[in-house]
């Protein structure tokens, strides 16, 4: 047996060092040198100043939102065993995409070519026609789809604190979804992603704060005398059990669903090494507390009969089978989440139109790139408000986001990716375990979307512009 150098592990430990350095310096270098190559979106909207924790608090706004509460909805088309499972898979597969985008993203920004947002991505990877005619489009689409949705489920909780405090009260949904607009288009102007990281955080407590609500009323109700009868078998012909799951997978999928992890993570300061997986641990924590306490309690609780929102189940016919300061809690908590989330994945059409409309050879804050910017994020706000007030069928619109957009966001493009930059032995469990998930969630792509399009043809007779729901 050999003898080792006394000074071989403080020469190894140098030369580590000096390589992290090196990879630093030549991280902020390439940043510095890009920097006045960048675009204003990239430039003002995704400024990379940002820490591992901040860019946990923006993952936990994007995925751990009021969709949750939506949870035992699903359930409900699922059954225990499959809903979960359908609830664990949805988190392990989640994570796992989420961290082949990240790693892919750190691979181009090592060599040099650091990737700011999901359709730059598809344009280094899969060729410009993909970040152009899809990629770009599809994620556009969810993001505001997704700010329609917060707008709407903001004005739905504000209508029922007011039915809570006046029951006799004549407001109708649409006044409170253009209150709650006016507000969110006050919130618009936060000039970067970076500058909602304090909003985000307030963010996370929120979202911790409605699901302990959303737990503790179902426990306390199904605990109650008031508790209806429990049934936890799944409702309604083969055909309508077999939409109903893939619906509830499409919703599942939403849950999960976030669209914007590479512009969460542009936000970061180079080097971004290692930072995005401490934010998804962070995030994935709170995940696991909130998502799975609101949907095994909710669907104890209320079995098949769990409505859009669990929160709705906490009212019957009139009556409070909760306590009624906790009703009001369930509902003002994620109305004050939805602001930010709204605003987070207002973040891709913020970027857009100042790619479009504002000058980046002038200062952020120059009278030149201040107006258009307020113009035309007035003018997202309105028409997202406009929207909402329109079409109020949140379940509806959550189950589209989830099969249209959602899924391929963050189920398929992930591992394609990953398989093409990094080119993984055919051997490999990694190949085969990303060709699986491209496959299968092609499929349910597939079928969700063909479901979701059937649940919005049968509700059709019910829609009515503008309705009081």
């Not at 090196?22 to 940043?31: G, I, L």
């Not at 796992?96 to 691979?107: A, D, E, M, R, T």
């Not at 607009?181 to 704060?209: D, E, Y």
């Not at 109700?221 to 077999?242: C, E, F, M, N, W």
């Amino acid at each position: 047996m050999g003898t080792l150098d006394p000074n071989y592990k403080t020469t190894m430990k140098d030369e580590d060092e000096d390589e992290e350095m090196n990879m630093s310096s030549s991280a902020s270098a390439n940043h510095h040198n890009n920097k006045t190559n960048l675009d204003a979106g990239a430039l003002f909207v995704l400024q990379s100043k940002g820490s591992w924790i901040h860019c946990g608090y923006h993952m936990t706004t994007a995925i751990v939102a009021p969709a949750l509460l939506s949870l035992p909805f699903a359930f409900a088309s699922l059954g225990w065993a499959a809903g979960v499972v359908c609830l664990v898979l949805g988190a392990a597969v989640s994570f796992y995409s989420y961290n082949l985008i990240s790693h892919v993203l750190q691979h181009h920004a090592q060599i040099g070519r650091r990737q700011l947002r999901f359709r730059d991505m598809a344009n280094d990877i899969l060729g410009p026609g993909w970040g152009r005619y899809y990629v770009g489009p599809i994620q556009f689409a969810v993001c505001f789809g997704a700010v329609v949705g917060s707008i709407l489920l903001a004005g739905q909780s504000m209508k029922a604190i007011y039915l809570i405090a006046n029951p006799e009260g004549s407001m109708e949904l649409y006044q409170f979804i253009i209150i709650f607009g006016v507000f969110s288009l006050v919130l618009a102007q936060m000039p970067s992603f970076h500058s909602l990281r304090h909003v985000n955080l307030i963010s996370l407590v929120l979202c911790l704060a409605y699901s302990l609500c959303a737990t503790a009323g179902s426990i306390y109700i199904g605990h109650s005398d008031k508790a209806p009868t429990r049934d936890y078998s799944v409702l309604g012909s083969s055909t309508q059990r077999t939409f109903g799951t893939f619906n509830a997978i499409a919703i599942i999928a939403t849950t999960f669903g976030n669209g914007i992890i590479p512009e969460i993570q542009a936000t970061i300061s180079p080097p971004v090494t290692g930072k995005m997986f401490k934010g998804l641990g962070m995030c994935y924590t709170v995940v696991i507390v909130t998502f799975f306490s609101v949907s095994v309690s909710g669907y104890w609780a209320f079995g098949n009969k769990s409505e859009s929102s669990i929160i709705s189940n906490f009212m019957a016919d009139g009556v409070n089978l909760a306590p009624e300061w906790l009703i009001y809690l369930s509902n003002i908590f994620p109305l004050l989440q939805l602001s930010a989330v709204a605003t987070v994945y207002l973040q891709p059409t913020n970027d857009v139109l100042e790619s479009l409309s504002v000058d980046a050879t002038k200062h952020q804050f120059s009278a030149r790139n201040v107006i258009p910017r307020i113009l035309l994020r007035s003018a997202a706000i309105a028409t997202a408000t406009t929207i909402a007030a329109m079409l109020p069928f949140f379940g509806d619109i959550n189950a589209i986001l989830g099969a249209f957009g959602f899924m391929p966001l963050d189920f398929v493009l992930p591992s394609i990716f990953y398989n093409i930059t990094f080119k993984p032995s055919r051997r490999s469990l990694v190949f085969w375990l990303n060709t699986l998930l491209i496959a299968v969630f092609t499929i349910l792509t597939m079928l969700a979307s063909i479901s979701a399009v059937r649940q919005i043809a049968l509700d059709a007779k019910n829609y009515k512009l503008f309705a009081n729901v």
